[in-house]
């Protein structure tokens, strides 16, 4: 699988399910240089990271669920990632 492929295979499942099965928990993005993406930053950018050439930071390389961090934002768009168990 190139690095493409899967960077827009993770960015589409967000996008398509943002939350963690069977859990609930919130989800967002991780990339290869270590930003956080929401969900919908990786469905308006999707261009960027379907032709991402791995080192120009869109190259979506996990999900997570943010815990317990208040303070995470989005390094594109700079909204909040919402949390699993802190208090906004």
């Known amino acids: ?4 492929s899967r960077s827009l ?6 996008s398509r399910a943002p939350f963690a099965w069977p859990s609930g928990y919130p989800l967002h993005a ?3 240089d270590g930003a956080c ?3 919908h930053c990786c469905a308006s950018e999707r261009l960027c ?4 050439t791995g080192s120009d930071g869109w190259n ?3 999900l997570a669920v943010n815990w317990e961090d ?5 390094d594109h ?3 909040r990632i919402e949390s699993a168990y802190a208090e906004a």
Not at 49 to 52: F, G, L, M, P, R
């Open 9 to 14: 295979r993770l960015a589409d499942t967000l």
């Open 77 to 79: 768009c700079s909204d």
């Open 70 to 74: 208040p303070e995470l934002f989005c």
């Open 30 to 32: 991780i990339t290869s």
């Open 49 to 52: 990271i379907a032709t991402t």
């Open 37 to 39: 993406l929401c969900r």
């Open 60 to 62: 979506v390389i996990a």
């Open 1 to 4: 699988m190139t690095t493409q």
